[in-house]
């Protein structure tokens, strides 16, 4: 093939790539509806167990890490919901209630110290790890509660390379909130 023809078979390729791709994450972010309560819903009363149970599930299982216990030295904690947590789709970010952040210390307790950060940006490097040797940056995002069950959206940042953001099915069993399962894509890094 001419140079010509075959530059512009390239440039097709990656254009449909580009489309695909965007198709995607396009339906991806729309399956779960919205993760967020931008129409001024407060938070129930009952979301701090909910959000313990996904934290606690994500930094002692889905860590990234494999089995065994949780790598970090320390726990950055959000002290705001974090719209990249999940698959990113959320649109804005609200402070954690005191009922939720109680919830979040006592299931973080048994694993290591913590301390409650604002901008996670502020705590990484310029290679992008968290400025505390060790630790890991874990935020969650709105919770969707219906009933007994709930999907909560979660991120664990430990450096350019690792990384994770998935959204727990979390249920309440014999009075309980624990994760169930994951719903949806993964992103790991």
Sequence with gaps: MAPNVRMG????????????FSFVMMIASSCGGGSNPVDGDTPL???GPILAAAVKQLISVDHTFGSGPPPFTEYLLQANTDP???IG???TS??????EREAIEAAVAEFGPMQWIGDPDEWRTDDLSPTVEGSAIVGVG???????EALVPVSLWCGGV?????TYRVEKIDGTWSATGIEGPIAIS
């Design 89 to 91: 789709g959320g649109i």
């Design 162 to 166: 690792c990384g994770t953001w998935l």
């Design 9 to 20: 078979m390239k440039d097709l390729i990656k254009t449909r790539q580009i489309l695909v």
């Design 94 to 99: 609200r402070p954690l209630t005191a009922i």
């Design 84 to 86: 990249t947590a999940g």
């Design 45 to 47: 009363a009952d979301d």
């Design 142 to 148: 709105e919770p969707r509660v219906e009933g007994s």
